[in-house]
């Protein structure tokens, strides 16, 4: 079973940037299709990204196309997604998500808190 622990938020003024890492022990990491959700305060968990097992194919929300990147590294069992251009409105805890060979996630992080700030 994969484990999933992510690591890269923190604090950012507005247009900044960051990156946020998730690494996965245990399972067969190039099985699993990856995905990053985030949940602001108050709100429902929303998708932001997702990659597939191949990583051939990627599919954003359309609030952060242009700006985030989702891209893995199978050698490092590690899956990233790097934000640009950060707003205000991104602010949430952000979690990494594992589905084997699918996108039916069932393996969740524990989530890193993202702060971006006017």
């Known amino acids: 079973q994969v484990q999933l622990v992510e690591s890269g938020g923190g604090l950012v003024q507005a247009g900044g940037s960051l990156r946020l890492s998730c690494v996965a022990s245990?399972?067969?990491?190039?099985?699993?299709?990856l995905g990053w959700f985030r949940q602001a305060p108050g709100k429902e968990r929303e998708f932001v990204a997702r990659?597939?097992?191949?990583?051939?194919?990627?599919y954003y929300t359309d609030s952060v196309k242009g700006r985030f990147t989702i891209s893995r590294d199978n050698a490092k069992n590690t899956v990233y997604l790097q934000m640009n251009s950060l707003k205000p409105e991104d602010t949430a805890v952000y979690y990494c998500?594992?589905?084997?060979?699918?996108?039916?996630?069932?393996?969740w992080g524990q989530g890193t808190q993202v702060t971006v700030f006017s």
């Open positions: 245990g399972g067969t990491f190039s099985s699993y299709a």
């Open positions: 990659i597939s097992w191949s990583a051939g194919s990627t």
């Open positions: 998500a594992a589905g084997f060979l699918t996108y039916n996630y069932k393996i």
